[in-house]
């Protein structure tokens, strides 16, 4: 059995994975693709062995079982809510603005479509995810990136925050993840992964800094719980199309597709 694939946006995360796909991978196939600019997506699919259809967003779900996400955060609903009224696999990478719309999570259970968040760019999603179901007491992440991955946060420049010439590390935001996914929608996606593994976004506490010293976007995570307590820290190394995204998430999209088809799955 062969699983259709369509992919939305041909960024950072999304064009390593269609190219990925058009390699060829056994129980998966590449039918469709939609991307703002239609001749630029034919220019980045030009050396493909099998070109995938072009087609607009809103007709994405109708082209193939599985929808990969990899939008800006102001597309992110054109595509998300006909996905999941056709009651078909999202993949969602831009997860911060689930937490503006809840409702689309029980009218994809009306539907029977599949939300799944990759969450290779983190690591212990399934600890976290396992300690859930006893009692965490407490959840905080730190995440830390090149003052160059935070430049275009809304937050930064709604306050004019100058971060060009910054020489020691400047905390920008210490709240719950909710609040962050306001101020930084483009920057805190794995943060509200790791909230909805956990207690919640509104339980699990964040910081975000803009820091001079660090090359990579860094993540920092404390679990304490009656089942465990956990510490780790992982150093994502930044794409160089877009800063703000780790070259480990696309590898993670992979890693989720290629689960859906293997008859061996380790993780949740």
Same mark, same amino acid.
């Given at each position: 059995?062969?699983?259709? %694939?369509?992919?939305? +946006?041909?960024?950072?995360?999304?064009?390593?994975?269609?190219?990925?796909?058009?390699?060829? &991978?056994?129980?998966?196939? @590449?039918? =469709?693709?939609?991307?703002?600019?239609?001749?630029?997506?034919? !220019?980045?699919?030009?050396?493909?062995?099998?070109?995938?259809?072009?087609?607009?967003?809103?007709?994405? =779900?109708?082209?193939?079982?599985?929808?990969?996400?990899?939008?800006?955060?102001?597309?992110?609903?054109? @595509?998300?809510?006909?996905?999941?009224?056709?009651?078909?696999?999202? &993949?969602?990478?831009? &997860?911060?603005?689930?937490?503006?719309?809840?409702?689309?999570?029980?009218?994809?259970?009306?539907?029977?479509?599949?939300?799944?968040?990759?969450? +290779? /760019?983190?690591?212990?999603?399934?600890? %976290?995810? /396992?300690?859930?179901? +006893?009692?965490?007491?407490?959840?905080?992440?730190?995440?830390?990136?090149?003052?160059? +991955?935070?430049?275009? /946060?809304?937050?930064?420049?709604?306050?004019?925050?100058?971060? *060009?010439?910054?020489?020691?590390?400047?905390?920008?935001?210490?709240?719950?993840?909710?609040?962050? /996914?306001?101020?930084?929608? =483009? $920057?805190?996606?794995?943060?509200?992964?790791? *909230?909805?593994?956990?207690?919640?976004?509104?339980?699990?506490?964040?910081?975000?800094?803009?820091?001079?010293?660090?090359?990579? $976007?860094?993540?920092?995570?404390?679990?304490? *719980?009656? *089942?465990?307590?956990?510490?780790?820290?992982?150093?994502?190394?930044?794409? !160089?199309?877009?800063?703000?995204?780790?070259?480990?998430?696309?590898?993670?999209?992979?890693?989720? @597709?290629?689960?859906?088809?293997?008859? @061996?799955?380790?993780?949740?």
């Amino acid at each position: 059995m062969t699983l259709t %694939v369509a992919i939305a +946006g041909l960024g950072a995360v999304c064009r390593p994975v269609a190219e990925w796909l058009d390699q060829g &991978v056994p129980g998966l196939k @590449l039918t =469709a693709i939609s991307a703002g600019d239609e001749a630029r997506a034919h !220019e980045r699919i030009a050396h493909f062995k099998n070109k995938p259809k072009v087609v607009p967003l809103a007709e994405l =779900a109708q082209h193939a079982d599985i929808i990969v996400e990899g939008l800006p955060p102001a597309l992110y609903f054109d @595509l998300a809510e006909p996905v999941i009224e056709a009651g078909k696999v999202f &993949v969602s990478v831009t &997860v911060t603005r689930l937490l503006e719309r809840p409702e689309l999570i029980e009218r994809a259970r009306e539907t029977g479509a599949k939300i799944i968040v990759p969450t +290779g /760019a983190l690591a212990a999603f399934d600890a %976290v995810r /396992a300690a859930s179901y +006893g009692t965490i007491h407490s959840l905080v992440m730190a995440t830390r990136k090149p003052p160059k +991955g935070l430049v275009n /946060a809304p937050f930064v420049i709604e306050q004019g925050i100058d971060l *060009s010439n910054l020489k020691e590390p400047m905390c920008l935001y210490k709240g719950t993840v909710r609040d962050a /996914a306001a101020k930084f929608p =483009a $920057n805190v996606n794995v943060a509200v992964a790791l *909230s909805l593994a956990g207690p919640g976004p509104d339980k699990t506490s964040y910081e975000i800094w803009a820091d001079p010293a660090v090359d990579r $976007n860094t993540h920092s995570v404390t679990l304490d *719980s009656d *089942s465990t307590h956990l510490e780790f820290t992982i150093a994502g190394v930044p794409t !160089e199309e877009n800063p703000a995204t780790g070259k480990l998430t696309p590898l993670a999209v992979m890693a989720t @597709l290629d689960g859906m088809v293997q008859p @061996l799955k380790i993780g949740s």
